[in-house]
């Protein structure tokens, strides 16, 4: 079973970039059955997904996120990371790492971080 | 407004069936694309509940499965127990905005 822990600052600036990282743990993040996922959730609401990335590189981004954010992987860490460049208010929200199990069209996320709080303020 | 559309609540006895619905379009449910649900208890992480329509991990029980009618899928939990009241969130794959996107989540209440 893989584990994953985000990491990062808890409070950012309006304006600035927020970046967060997930380590792997239990598995390798080599493994050509997977993505690994970046979701989040504003205080009180639903699920986002933001974006996905391949070990090889291939990036994947939600269309409404896509021109602010930046997904990329360090094998050699076994680790993915995830910028959010210009925040507001509204990026505030528990963002949440996770491993997306994918076969042929199917992708789903299978194990979660335990997710991180991420406040937006001066 | 979610791709995915899901009642915001839904309540049940226990002991007795409830349904959740996940409704969507051509282009996610109605294309083929596989249909996820995920549990979120209070103050944790979202758990894979079922997985390709029908499927259930290691570990989830048999009182808990899905199911597709054309560009709709449904999580139908049976037996109902007080455990079970949480957040649902169904999730596709949308060929129009080529990613991966959620339904807007379901609270389920354990009267």
């Known amino acids: 079973q893989l584990q994953l822990q985000e990491s990062g600052p808890g409070l950012v600036k309006p304006s600035e970039t927020l970046s967060l990282t997930c380590t792997v743990s239990g598995g390798s993040i080599s493994n050509s059955s997977y993505y690994w996922g970046w979701i989040r959730q504003p205080p009180g609401k639903g699920l986002e997904w933001i974006g996905s990335?391949?070990?090889?590189?291939?990036?994947y981004y939600s269309p409404s996120l896509k021109s602010r954010v930046t997904i990329s992987v360090d094998t050699s860490k076994n680790q993915f990371s995830l910028n959010l460049n210009s925040v507001t208010a509204a990026d505030t929200a528990v963002y949440y790492c996770?491993?997306?199990?994918?076969?042929?069209?199917?992708?789903?996320?299978?194990?979660w971080g335990q997710g991180t709080l991420v406040t937006v303020s001066s | 407004q979610s791709v995915l559309t899901q009642p915001p609540s839904v309540s049940g006895a226990p002991g007795q069936r409830v349904t959740i619905s996940c409704t969507g379009s051509?282009?996610?449910?109605?294309?083929?694309?596989?249909v996820h649900w995920y549990q979120q208890l209070p103050g944790t992480a979202p758990k894979l509940l079922i997985y390709a329509h029908n499927n259930r991990p290691s570990g989830v029980p048999d009182r808990i499965s899905g199911s597709k009618s054309g560009t709709s899928d449904s999580l139908a939990i049976t037996g109902l127990q007080a455990e079970d009241e949480a957040d649902y969130y169904c999730q596709s794959y949308d060929s129009s905005l080529s990613g991966w996107v959620f339904g807007g989540g379901t609270k389920l209440t354990v009267l």
């Open positions: 996770a491993s997306q199990y994918y076969h042929d069209t199917s992708a789903f996320f299978d194990s």
């Open positions: 990335i391949y070990y090889t590189g291939p990036t």
């Open positions: 051509s282009s996610n449910i109605g294309a083929g694309y596989d």
